[in-house]
């Protein structure tokens, strides 16, 4: 089974702009979530691609992935279904260590920057940017699904302060 090793950061500052390739604005949709982690979601890219995505947790860092390239008419009809959805612009990173990419969320999530680090292994190591703030990976709160479906702007004004998100002057 296709296997997603990822690891997630909370992102402080700016300085990973100047290892950022272009941006890729996504829209995400997700059609079905269930307490057990397993989703199923729909993302668009602005130029038009799109896929459907199938993931379940399975032990460790580790997710089962299934993605498949969706017509971008299909992907447009699903958006408008979707109950719980999120916008974000995605830039990959020129790194080394694995895929690293950084999603600057919008609306109800903004301003929350995320880093994620897609690894070939469980017990790759690595090299964290100074850039990386506190690591995120399996609090499920920060999920794309959980930010989609409770977004950054619903959650109690103390709990985002604690993470430097605050919304208030």
């Known amino acids: 089974m296709p296997l997603e090793i990822e690891r997630r950061f909370l992102v402080t500052g700016s300085c990973w702009r100047a290892l950022a390739g272009a ?3 996504l829209r995400q949709g997700y059609l079905a979530m269930s307490k057990e982690g397993v989703t199923v979601r729909m993302r668009l890219r602005a130029d038009g691609q799109a896929w459907l995505t199938l993931k379940a947790p399975t032990s460790g860092l580790a997710r089962h992935e299934f ?3 969706l017509p971008t008419s299909d992907a447009e009809a699903l958006w408008d279904l979707a109950p719980h959805r999120l916008i ?3 830039y990959s990173l020129a790194l080394p ?3 690293w990419v950084v999603d600057c969320f ?3 999530n903004a301003p929350l920057v995320l880093a994620e680090v897609e690894l070939a292994s469980e ?3 690595l ?3 100074s850039w990386c703030g506190q690591e995120i990976t399996g609090d499920g709160r920060w999920s794309n699904a959980a930010l989609a479906a409770a977004p950054l702007a619903a959650w109690p004004e103390e709990v985002r302060s604690r993470y430097g998100l605050s919304t208030s002057e």
Request: glycine content about 20%; overall charge negative; charged content about 35%.
């Open 88 to 90: 974000k612009t995605r």
């Open 106 to 108: 919008e609306g109800d």
């Open 123 to 125: 017990g790759a190591s």
């Open 23 to 25: 941006p890729q604005p």
């Open 67 to 69: 993605e498949y390239p």
């Open 127 to 129: 090299d964290l940017p």
């Open 97 to 99: 260590g694995g895929d």
